[in-house]
Nanobody, 124 residues
Framework: QVQLVESGGGLVQAGGSLRLSCAASGRTFGAVYTAWFRQASGKEREFVAG????????DYADSVKGRLTTSRDNAKGTMYLQMNNLKPEDRAVYYC?????????????????WGQGTQVTVSS
């Protein structure tokens, strides 16, 4: 199992930047796929980005390509989501999640481990 704790959310003006962190503990090697999801008020949880703990090649939702970047620091056991040029529609609770499997997924139901979430608010 993987335990996850997010941090770094807050209020930012449109066009600004934020960096979210997700500290992982437990199993953080091998076929562990970690991802960022977000859920806006009244909407379903959606996939944002993901990366294997043993890989340097991330996956992104089309809606965030070019603005959001995920990375991880294996030595610190931490995954990051750098968010640039934020838009009001990026407002949501952001979650990190993990699954132990040999292939990636963008479906929230495929992830067994979740953090508590961190709120990102973008003012126009």
């Amino acid at each position: 199992q993987v335990q996850l704790v997010e941090s770094g959310g807050g209020l930012v003006q449109a066009g600004g930047s934020l960096r979210l962190s997700c500290a992982a503990s437990g199993r953080t090697f091998g076929a562990v796929y970690t991802a960022w999801f977000r859920q806006a008020s009244g909407k379903e949880r959606e996939f944002v980005a993901g990366i294997y703990w043993s890989s340097s090649i991330p996956d992104y939702a089309d809606s965030v390509k070019g603005r959001l970047t995920t990375s991880r620091d294996n030595a610190k056991g931490t995954m990051y989501l750098q968010m640039n040029n934020l838009k009001p529609e990026d407002r949501a609770v952001y979650y990190c999640a993990a699954r132990i499997a040999p292939f990636s997924s963008s479906r929230s139901a495929d992830f067994a481990s979740w953090g508590q979430g961190t709120q990102v608010t973008v003012s126009s």
